[in-house]
């Protein structure tokens, strides 16, 4: 995570461009520091992360050598320079200790001092739960940022961040209930509840290749549109529904694992309900 001091290494809040926006009134308890995003013509490209209690959300526009597209760095006690250069395009959001404990379920200490994947910290399905949160978190500041640059870079990233990530989070959750259901009593189709989560999983992901994924190309458009003063403001008014019908689907499907209800496919086998 650290390298060494170098004189071309700068604070964040030092490197210029920087396109900042603060969070809505409820969300600003979680988020002190509000969103800022990063552009290829912010310099120095070298990062000096100060002392800090607050724990550092980061999603790639343009990937880099260095780090996961998505990660996290906790809370660090002393200040300590970041390795290798920054990505060439990010979004940085910096949550307060109970926001990140809320969007991620670890303790700080957990994360304390260290860099970490997205995808490690959540699992697959809790991914796939954290990436619908941080699309919600992008289409709010599209949608209602104060400042044309930012929402011009929330859409962007949207367009770039959005449907693999969650396609492969999908198949992911996917693949570990086909191996589960066949590995154990529970089956595939012997009961209810996991025969209806494997049917909204995969429609889920079939809407991210079939619905979702087509008009990306459209939404980085109008993403750039803003800049020129001329988008179409029809090309994301559907941006709402994809992460309010995934956390919708993913909290069901999460519900049915838990309470497992309904019972057997084909009742009338002894033994119970449970195999």
């Known amino acids: 995570m650290t390298g060494t ?65 998505a990660f996290v760095m906790g809370a660090h006690g002393s200040s300590s320079v970041v390795e290798g250069d920054c990505a060439p395009s990010y979004l940085e959001v910096w949550l307060a200790p109970l926001g990140a404990y809320t969007l991620l379920g670890l303790p700080m200490e957990e994360l304390s001092g260290q860099l970490v994947d997205l995808v490690d910290v959540l699992g697959a399905a809790g991914a796939w739960i954290g990436i619908d949160v941080i699309v919600a978190v992008l289409v709010l500041a599209g949608r209602f940022g104060d400042d044309v640059a930012v929402r011009s870079l929330a859409y962007q990233a949207l367009a770039t961040f959005v449907v693999w990530p969650m396609l492969t989070a999908g198949l992911v959750c996917l693949a570990t209930g086909l191996i589960l259901g066949m590995a154990t009593t529970w089956g595939l189709l ?14 889920l992901c079939t809407l991210i290749v079939l619905v979702l994924q087509p008009g990306m190309d459209e939404v980085a458009g109008y993403g750039r549109d803003l800049l020129t003063g001329s988008p179409d403001p029809g090309t994301v008014s559907t941006l709402f529904f994809p992460p309010a019908v995934s956390l919708t689907t993913l909290t069901l499907a999460t519900t049915l694992a838990v309470f497992k209800p309904w019972g057997r496919i084909r009742p009338g086998r002894s033994g119970g309900d449970r195999p």
Do not use: C, M
């Open 5 to 69: 001091l170098t004189s071309t290494a700068a604070p964040e809040r030092a490197r210029w461009p920087r396109l900042a926006a603060a969070p809505q009134p409820p969300l600003r308890s979680l988020l002190p520091r509000g969103y800022a995003g990063f552009t290829e013509a912010t310099t120095p490209r070298h990062l000096i992360l100060p002392a800090s209690t607050a724990v550092s959300l980061v999603v790639k526009i343009l990937d880099s050598p260095y780090r996961p597209p």
């Open 190 to 203: 012997r009961y209810w509840w996991v025969a209806v989560k494997l049917a909204l999983n995969l429609v």
